[in-house]
């Protein structure tokens, strides 16, 4: 048992480390850009916008690739090679001075968090089918801690320098690198790889593939829909809370370790405690519907306090990610879980490149000055309108067969 708990771990710290590159620079980008540019907050929500999308871009276009070569070498090496250049990064990250040098480090970090679908590639070769939806909440509860350290570390350590948090999370890499090394197990057997093959290791290429299993395109419709609404939150809370609010990086940092606590709570004990009570689908369904009276609740807020009652409520609907993975995990093969994961990655990461500078530009023209309107709140309603259009999409799946798993290719 011990065995099977030590590889497991470090999969949840990989992946706590990899949410961590996200939520690190919340809470001093503001700070951190303006030091760099001498620009606005307004300014700087949208080079937080492009920075954020560059970020994304890479990790869009890497995932299925890396994805694809752990289905053919294995597990361990990929997810290894990774925290070795996380570690790098944050180095990098720590010393940047100019905004080129920010842009070229959220480049590499983007490459090296594409090993995502990795991790949840990994947890599906070591569990039953019937299991990997309470398992892949396991996953969510480690991005979730993730999301917690990061912005506590950057509101704290942003405090004494901006660059500070960056040096803390290089020190977390290496000292991963070094615990991966000695308790990770390969988790893909031989029999089992398959052969790379370039034209599914690619974002338009995996999908079409996984656009061939039964009901899949509709699933994909609902999932990227939804995260370029979820991914609302990250893009511009920063900047929203200050706007809106007056908040400083410390408070910014504080609400996003509550938020991710709050999520790690629902998505490692909630998640595995309803999901087989409600089932699947029915998560799914009603997560979506939470999701979108969120949203708009978030966007028409005018005090404070109200932001510390919505964070735990809104954190129950991150039951549909892993639902959502439960369902499309029964229809791949099982020589395609890498596959899966990665154009999963690749969906999340498109929505972390579009939902940025969507939201951002909302930001941006309805809280710059001479602006007919003042709303800070105006993302969080086109996230609403989003999440609504997943819920609809998803609504006309409802009572179709379930998706049968495809045969492992020969």
């Not at 003042?374 to 609504?388: N, S």
Request: glycine share 12%.
């Amino acid at each position: 048992m011990a065995t099977r708990r030590l590889p497991v771990l470090f999969i949840l710290i990989t992946v706590s480390l990899d949410a961590m590159g996200i939520g690190l620079i919340l809470p001093v980008m503001p700070d951190l850009i303006r030091e760099v540019r001498g620009a606005t907050l307004s300014d700087a929500a949208l080079w937080g916008g492009i920075l954020s999308a560059v970020y994304a871009v890479m990790q869009f276009g890497f995932s299925p690739t890396i994805g694809n070569l752990s289905d053919r070498f294995g597990r361990r090496p990929v997810l290894l090679v990774s925290m070795a250049v996380m570690a790098i990064d944050y180095v990098v990250m720590a010393v940047a001075g100019t905004i080129w040098l920010l842009l070229a480090g959220r480049v590499v970090a983007g490459i090296a968090a594409a090993t995502h679908s990795t991790a949840l590639a990994y947890m599906a070769d070591i569990t039953d089918r019937d299991r990997r939806a309470q398992n892949f909440g396991l996953i969510s509860a480690g991005f979730g801690i993730g999301f917690i350290l990061g912005p506590a570390i950057g509101g704290l350590l942003g405090g004494l320098d901006p660059r500070a948090p960056f040096v803390a999370a290089a020190c977390l890499a290496a000292a991963n690198f070094a615990f991966g090394w000695f308790v990770l197990p390969e988790s893909l057997p031989a029999e089992r790889r398959r052969a790379f093959d370039w034209r599914r290791a690619n974002p338009a290429g995996a999908l079409r593939q996984m656009g061939r299993l039964p009901g899949v395109k509709a699933l994909l419709a609902v999932m990227l829909a939804y995260q370029i609404a979820n991914f609302t939150y990250p893009a511009v809370w920063a900047y929203y809370t200050q706007g809106a609010f007056g908040w400083s990086a410390g408070t910014v940092g504080l609400s996003l370790a509550a938020y991710g606590v709050a999520m790690a709570v629902v998505q490692g004990g909630l998640i595995r405690a309803v999901l087989p009570r409600l089932g699947e689908h029915r998560a799914v369904l009603w997560g979506l519907v939470l999701n979108t009276v969120c949203l708009v609740l978030y966007g028409f807020a005018n005090q404070g306090w109200m932001i510390w009652v919505l964070i735990p409520v809104s954190a129950v609907g991150a039951i549909v990610a892993p639902a959502m993975q439960g369902v499309m995990s029964r229809a791949a093969g099982e020589d395609a879980q890498g596959e899966l994961q990665g154009v999963l990655s690749s969906i999340s990461a498109l929505s972390m490149i579009l939902s940025p500078l969507m939201m951002t530009q909302a930001f941006f023209w309805f809280t710059r000055e001479g602006g007919a309107v003042w709303l800070p709140g105006a993302p969080f309603l086109l996230g609403a309108v989003l999440m609504g259009g997943a819920l609809a999409i998803y609504a006309g799946t409802r009572g179709r067969p379930a998706p049968a798993p495809v045969p492992a290719a020969e």
